[in-house]
T-cell receptor, first 114, second 114 residues
Framework: KQEVTQIPAALSVPEGENLVLNCSFTDSAIYNLQWFRQDPGKGLTSLLLIQSSQREQTSGRLNASLDKSSGRSTLYIAASQPGDSATYLCAVRNRNFGNEKLTFGTGTRLTIIP | EAQVTQNPRYLITVTGKKLTVTCSQNMNHEYMSWYRQDPGLGLRQIYYSMNVEVTDKGDVPEGYKVSRKEKRNFPLILESPSPNQTSLYFC?????????????FGEGSRLTVL
């Protein structure tokens, strides 16, 4: 059974700093990994999708990497801003025994201090 | 505007009173799924549908039903709600199944069962 872990559960950093969020998973037979952000009381907004054949994806100040063999992904946020404050979730997509499975981590709550 | 729409957004009901949470997407996506989000447990998949008339169980299907009679709609049915189904529910869709799917989420439906 796939397990997805995000550490730390919460992180506070001063505005302007670069930071890295971590996601690890136990079953490396994945189709893809997706990073989301969730604002309080809101739905999930897709940030980056990395297919299993890819090593990284970039969008603006965000860069996500994937190391399937070690079961790890990182989300790098450059020059953090207060608007980046949110909960960040990673999710991996597997196929196990004919069932399409999407497993989420429990998230990292990020606070950017002005 | 491309979107996933859920209704209702907020609902308080009583044990045993059947309810339906609707989900509709306007992106011609084949894949749709339902999740529930609970503190400390993260997001867990309830049911998913790879295409019209094709549905399958996720990790926590007990107490829920779904149907996929047409591509754009994927309602979640609680035949006899119980207090342990109090949760925040999300519907999501993607163009295809594994390997093709950036997931797009609805805004969520907060359900309270008394």
């Amino acid at each position: 059974k796939q397990e997805v872990t995000q550490i730390p559960a919460a992180l506070s950093v001063p505005e302007g700093e670069n930071l890295v969020l971590n996601c690890s998973f136990t079953d490396s037979a994945i189709y893809n990994l997706q990073w989301f952000r969730q604002d309080p009381g809101k739905g999930l907004t897709s940030l980056l999708l990395i297919q299993s054949s890819q090593r990284e994806q970039t969008s603006g100040r965000l860069n996500a990497s994937l190391d399937k063999s070690s079961g790890r992904s990182t989300l790098y946020i450059a020059a953090s801003q207060p608007g980046d404050s949110a909960t960040y979730l990673c999710a991996v997509r597997n196929r196990n025994f004919g069932n399409e499975k999407l497993t989420f981590g429990t998230g990292t709550r990020l606070t950017i201090i002005p | 505007e491309a979107q996933v729409t859920q209704n209702p957004r907020y609902l308080i009901t009583v044990t045993g009173k059947k309810l339906t949470v609707t989900c509709s997407q306007n992106m011609n996506h084949e894949y749709m799924s339902w999740y529930r989000q609970d503190p400390g447990l993260g997001l867990r998949q309830i049911y998913y549908s790879m295409n019209v008339e094709v549905t399958d169980k996720g990790d926590v299907p007990e107490g829920y039903k779904v149907s996929r009679k047409e591509k754009r709609n994927f309602p979640l049915i609680l035949e006899s709600p119980s207090p342990n189904q109090t949760s925040l529910y999300f519907c999501a869709s993607s163009l295809g199944g594994a390997g093709t799917g950036e997931l797009f989420f609805g805004e969520g439906s907060r359900l309270t069962v008394l």
